[in-house]
């Protein structure tokens, strides 16, 4: 029978640390980093335009028609404590006036940025998997719901802005925009101009889903920061692992676009943690063990349920009669009596510290039975458990 369960116990079995975790493109030499993989016409500037050590990611030339990406597809990390996002970019000699622009951009990294339109939608908008982007938008089509991001609304155009746009899965909805000092680009340029480095963060909303947001850009690597968006709401959940790409767009105008020492920083993917126990450990053959399923949520916030979580018992061992369903988890658990699983609803919250699902079950034949949630089961929005969890009761005469 189905069963909502509440309660204001803690049980943690055990608690996954959450280190920081570092995305490091430095674009520097003849060869990509380590996990980066190129696109289109993205291409290294060492050892041909820059010496060896030295060299850019080129992701468009002064080309028309032109785009070009790099995503980060060597591993995974999560926002759960918020990201940091920095990076120095160049965008130059295209003459005037320049186009399109650059974006930045936070992706789910079980989704590959399929579709991402050029042009106007800088390579993000319509790309599948795109969660965040921070764009340099030259031209300002990718404010304009009028071109590649429609759907997402936005005050029109609005050239040589910073613009930041949201998930592919909410239509790309336009989130906030603001003129950059200086023009964005240098379409005029004979040579790389100053680079510009840029640094966003997000940080976890005390209330709500989502982050608050704030970006500072300065010239060159030295000097101060000025604030172009300060605390600005971004209303999404993460997906449970992101990773990180960028893009160049050119459409009728064009520029060269280039970026380098592109860094981000966040926790380790090491997501919410289901173990198990059954209690006694040793029964007799029709008698009856509590099965207790404990999940704990590392971090500084509840994990919940993105999908269904179910255990299926293994052969031979079923849910006994009466189920003694108990548990202090907030959510809605199903495990009929007789029957060989235990099933929790999506939705259901995993407190900071744990909780845990209880049912009795038995065995008919003597034996060791062995329960286990196997990696990758437990699909919350703070990630997936990365490790198995089981536990084996023993029934013998």
Known sequence: MPRWLAGGACLALSCAAWGQFQVHGR????????????????????????????????????????????????????????????????????????????????????????????????????GAGGYLALALDEYGNFSSPADNCSGGGGPGGAPQALVLRGPVAAGNPFIAHAAMPGNVDQPTAAARPVPRQVVMTLSPKAAGVGYTINVDVR??????????????????????????????????????????????????????????IFTPPVIAPGATSTLELHFNSPGP????????????????????????????????????????????????????????????????????????AAVGSLQTDLGRNTEAGSASLVVKR
């Not at 995974?76 to 650059?102: C, E, H, M, R």
């Not at 030295?222 to 997906?239: K, V």
């Open 219 to 276: 010239d060159g690597s030295a000097g101060s920061f000025r604030r172009l968006l300060s605390n600005t709401d971004f209303p999404y959940a993460a997906p449970a692992a992101l990773s990180v790409g960028v893009a160049g767009s050119t459409g009728a105008a064009k520029n060269v676009h280039e970026v380098r020492d592109l860094m981000v920083t966040g926790n380790a993917a090491n997501p919410p943690v289901v173990n198990q």
């Open 301 to 372: 916030r509840r994990a919940v349920l993105s999908a269904p979580f179910t255990q299926a018992l293994p052969a031979g061992l079923v849910v006994a009669t009466p189920s003694g369903l108990g548990g202090d988890c907030l959510g809605t658990v199903n495990a009929a009596p007789g029957g060989s699983t235990v099933s929790i609803e999506a939705g259901m919250n995993i407190r900071n510290g744990g909780c845990a699902v209880s049912v009795k079950v038995r065995a008919a034949a003597a034996g060791t039975y062995t329960s286990t």
């Open 27 to 126: 674009f520097s030499a003849s060869t990509p980093d380590v996990g980066w993989s190129l696109a289109g016409t993205a291409a290294l500037t060492a050892p041909a335009a820059d010496a060896e050590g030295a060299g850019w990611l080129r992701l468009t030339g002064n080309a028309t028609g032109a785009q070009g990406n790099a995503r980060h597809t060597g591993a995974s990390f999560s926002a759960q404590n918020g990201v940091t996002l920095a990076f120095s970019y160049a965008s130059w000699g295209g003459g005037a006036p320049g186009a399109d622009g650059i974006t930045v951009y936070l992706y789910d990294a079980a989704q590959n940025m399929a579709g991402a339109l050029p042009g106007g939608g800088l390579g993000y908008c319509k």
